[in-house]
């Protein structure tokens, strides 16, 4: 009898597919930047196949969230996916869509990010392959516990172990002791839920990896730095996240997309050019970037407004290398590390993170606008939304809220938030 194969590997070579055809697709073009990203593309694939090989051999895979230490997994050759990046990792925007609407036939609240509603509506359907583990994370909104708690008791991943730290409100030395307690203990799970050993050396080389990547990551956003700014919606939102958090997290391969970036943008820099054709307006997007259905709204942006998203949480770079001469302290590098990623370093704790950070990149980065996409699923930004409004008029800087859902176009259509952004253009004279 000839065992049927998982839906989800099934899924996975598909997209595995995809992405080659992407990659291949993008070296045609006579632009650095669009073969960059096609680059980036076949670095997904290789993800993807990762754990296809992984599943036809017999041997364990994780799922994960893209904080969670995933130098870890790295160290401990323990292929991973984040069970929620169809959000971003996918090429199909109608069955991404398709799968949103059947969480309300399962009974999922429509006011649930649709992010997490498209993960739970894939788990429950069994479009995702079984892991042998789960890490998950309790925050840094109340969807996110929410999440996991639907998929813990689903009848495909009901059996798989869990485990999710949980990282403290505030971030002094107490609270990033307690985390960092919490990620030794998740280290500990691994180990008996994959029967793989974490050797403390070949932890220190990931790490050590994964730092060069933040340097070139961080020499990347100074660069963005310059008017025009080098690089536009090809390079942006979630690339350099994508690979230094999920994708090639302390490996080599996502190293040397890293200094391939830098090259092509120092070159870009060196040469005036710009991430579109005349830049006219620099945007700091405040939220994490938005799916794939945005790429049209965003290229219609740069090339009818000339507006270019400059930064954005997930570009933004505040993370710290990690010391690697003592064992104490690369625990606590990993559990700082969580601190500091998107949404967390924004939606955990006191608002006076990104208060803080608002200053300084509106001056490093000559932001002329703040863009509050108002997520519908981002509710534990809706309290500070104020704050941020005040902050800005403090600085001088205009701020535009829209009211949209980042992963789901319908929710506002695309012609509305181009009609906001050229009335408001308008409105503030910068056009």
Request: hydrophobic share 40%.
């Amino acid at each position: 009898m000839v065992e049927t194969e998982h839906p989800g590997i099934t899924r996975f070579k598909e997209q595995r597919g995809q992405f080659q055809d992407l990659h291949a697709f993008s070296q045609l073009s006579d632009d650095p930047s669009i073969r960059l990203a096609g680059d980036f593309a076949k670095l997904v694939a290789e993800y993807r196949d990762a754990i296809v090989r992984a599943s036809e051999e017999g041997e364990p895979f994780v799922a994960n969230n893209y904080c969670t230490a995933p130098e870890l997994t790295t160290a401990m050759d323990l292929p991973a996916f984040t069970f929620w990046d169809g959000a971003y990792l996918h090429v199909d925007e109608e069955s991404f869509t398709d799968g949103i609407d059947g969480t309300a036939a399962m009974g999922i609240s429509t006011d649930l990010c649709t992010l997490l509603r498209s993960a739970i509506y894939l788990v429950e359907n069994g479009l995702l392959p079984t892991p042998a583990a789960t890490v998950g994370i309790l925050s840094p909104c109340d969807g996110m516990p929410m999440l996991q708690q639907v998929v813990k008791h689903s009848k495909h991943w009901g059996h798989v172990p869990w485990f999710c730290p949980d990282p403290p409100y505030f971030r002094d030395d107490r609270g990033l002791d307690y985390f960092a307690h919490e990620v030794r203990k998740m280290a500990a799970f691994l180990e008996q839920a994959t029967s793989r050993t974490l050797d403390l050396d070949r932890l220190k080389e990931v790490i050590d990896e994964s730092n060069r990547q933040y340097l070139l990551w961080q020499e990347y956003n100074e660069l963005k730095r310059a008017v025009p700014c080098p690089q536009g919606v090809a390079l942006g939102g979630m690339k350099c996240a994508g690979i230094a958090q999920m994708v090639n997290p302390g490996m080599r391969a996502g190293t040397e997309w890293f200094q391939k970036l830098v090259d092509v943008t120092e070159e870009k820099v060196a040469n005036g050019l710009g991430g579109t054709k005349q830049e006219k307006v620099r945007i700091y997007w405040f939220d994490i970037p938005a799916g794939l259905w945005a790429a049209d709204f965003l290229t219609w942006l740069e090339e009818e407004l000339g507006a270019v998203v400059v930064m954005d949480f997930s570009t933004l770079y505040p993370y710290s290398l990690i010391d690697t001469s003592d064992e104490k302290e690369i625990w606590r590098g990993l559990a700082r590390r969580l601190y500091d990623s998107p949404m967390i370093r924004q939606g955990l704790g006191p608002a006076d993170g990104f208060v803080n950070d608002l200053p300084r990149i509106l001056k490093d980065y000559k932001i002329d606008v703040v863009a509050w996409p108002g997520h519908m699923g981002h509710k534990e930004a809706q309290a500070t939304v104020g704050i941020v409004r005040e902050t800005c008029r403090d600085l001088g800087v205009p701020f535009l809220e829209i009211g949209m859902d980042l992963f789901d176009g319908r929710y506002t259509m695309a012609d509305q938030i181009k009609d906001r952004f050229s009335r408001f253009f308008q409105a503030v004279g910068i056009q």
